[in-house]
C-alpha cells in the first residue's frame, strides 16, 4: 500500500529554513542517509516538510510503496506514465511522474526519514489543512490524484470550483483557477489574532487583495526557501 511521505521543497539554506519552522512550532524528524544532498524534514504534527538542499526544483508530493515496480505498472495500465524511472537492484528506486498540470510527483520505494512524534497542538499557523494546489481541468487533475490513492471530499464552487482530496497523511486541495499558486493552507477561527502575533515577532504577512484568490484566506505568510504558507478563517476548512 502506498503511503505519503512529504512535502518535497527546495531549500537551498537549509539552516535557514529550520530556524523558520522550529520557531513557528515545528519539530524536526530524524532522516536517514537515502540522499547524498542536504536533507532535513519538519512537522507540526499535520503537515510533513522535507527541505532539500539539491535534485528538487519545485514542491514535490512524494509516495512509499514497498512494491515500487508493480504499482508502477498498475499506473502505466491506467495510462499515468512516468518522465523517468531508477527501477534496479542497484540504487534507491524511485519513479518521476507529472500530474497533468505539469507538476512534479515524486514515488519511492522506501521511507527516506523516521516518523517525528505527533505533537500536542497546532503550530503558531494553526491547523494544517491542505497542500494547495491549481488545476486548469479539475476532472482530469481529481483522476490522476485517485489514481495514487487519494479518495474525493468536499468541493465547491466559490470563489471558483475546488475539491478536495485526502490520502493517508495528506490533505490536496484543488483549485480551478491559475492564480492559486502551490502552498500549504492553515485554517484557524482565532486566524487574525494568530497573523497579529506573527506580524509582532517580526514576520511580514502578505495581505491578499480584495478577492483572494484561495476562498477565505486572510493572509500569506513566504518560507525563507519560498514556500508559501497561506493563513485562512476556519470557515474555509469545512464549506
Do not use: K
Not at 491559475?178 to 514576520?203: C, K, Q, W, Y
Request: proline letters at 8%.
Amino acid at each position: 500500500m502506498q503511503r505519503f511521505l512529504e512535502l518535497a521543497v527546495p531549500a537551498p539554506d537549509i539552516q535557514a529554513s529550520l530556524a523558520f519552522y522550529e520557531a513557528l512550532g515545528f519539530s524536526q524528524a530524524l532522516v536517514g542517509e537515502v540522499w547524498n544532498h542536504p536533507y532535513a524534514v519538519v512537522s507540526d504534527g499535520r503537515a510533513l516538510l522535507g527541505l532539500h538542499g539539491e535534485r528538487i526544483e519545485d514542491i514535490t508530493p512524494t509516495f512509499v510503496h514497498a512494491g515500487l515496480l508493480g504499482w508502477h505498472r498498475e499506473l502505466e495500465d491506467q495510462g499515468i506514465l512516468s518522465i523517468q524511472a531508477h527501477l534496479d537492484a542497484d540504487s534507491f528506486n524511485r519513479i518521476h511522474l507529472q500530474d497533468p498540470d505539469g507538476g512534479p510527483v515524486l514515488l519511492l520505494e522506501a521511507r527516506t526519514y523516521s516518523p517525528p512524534p505527533r505533537t500536542a497542538g497546532p503550530s503558531q499557523l494553526g491547523f494544517f489543512g491542505e497542500y494547495t494546489l491549481s488545476a486548469r481541468n479539475l476532472a482530469a487533475a481529481r483522476g490522476f490524484w485517485e489514481a495514487l490513492g487519494l479518495v474525493e471530499g468536499w468541493s465547491g464552487d466559490i470563489p471558483h470550483r475546488w475539491t478536495r482530496l485526502s490520502g493517508s497523511d495528506v490533505n490536496l486541495g484543488l483549485h480551478e483557477n491559475p492564480g492559486v499558486m502551490p502552498g500549504l493552507a492553515f485554517f484557524e477561527a482565532d486566524m487574525p489574532a494568530r497573523i497579529a502575533t506573527l506580524r509582532e515577532l517580526g514576520h511580514h504577512i502578505a495581505t491578499p487583495g480584495r478577492r483572494p484568490v484561495l476562498p477565505h484566506c486572510l493572509g500569506i505568510l513566504r518560507a525563507p526557501e519560498g514556500t508559501l504558507l497561506y493563513l485562512c478563517d476556519e470557515a474555509g476548512w469545512q464549506p
